[in-house]
């Protein structure tokens, strides 16, 4: 059983950046792959972005490619999102996401994670 945590979530504006962070329990971290979704109010949970269990692979969906970082750091358990120039549509919850595997294969689809955290909220203020 994993546990994810997330932290960092609150009120930017347009333009800043904001960074999200999720601490998992467990001593095998480096054997998940870790990712984040997002539901904003009357919307599904979609994904955000996903990387592989070493950290080598990354994986983002078209809407904050080039805007949003993911990284992890294996030795603190810890996955992030480093969310640059946000904008009022990113708004919503956000959501720290594993699988039992270390490959980012399967990581956007919602019906293929394992383990989910319980969330924070974003809200992108324009």
């Known amino acids: 059983q994993v546990q994810l945590v997330e932290s960092g979530g609150g009120l930017v504006q347009a333009g800043g950046s904001l960074t999200l962070s999720c601490a998992a329990s467990g001593r095998t971290f480096s054997s998940y792959a870790m990712g984040w979704f997002r539901q904003a109010p009357g919307e599904e949970r979609e994904f955000v972005a996903a990387i592989s269990g070493s950290g080598g692979v990354t994986l983002y969906a078209d809407s904050v490619k080039g805007r949003f970082t993911i990284s992890r750091d294996n030795a603190k358990n810890t996955v992030y999102l480093q969310m640059n120039s946000p904008k009022p549509e990113d708004t919503a919850v956000y959501y720290c996401?594993?699988?039992?595997?270390?490959?980012?294969?399967?990581?956007?689809?919602?019906?293929?994670?394992?383990?989910w955290g319980q969330g924070t909220q974003v809200t992108v203020s324009s």
């Open positions: 996401a594993a699988n039992t595997a270390r490959t980012v294969v399967g990581m956007t689809d919602l019906l293929r994670i394992a383990y």
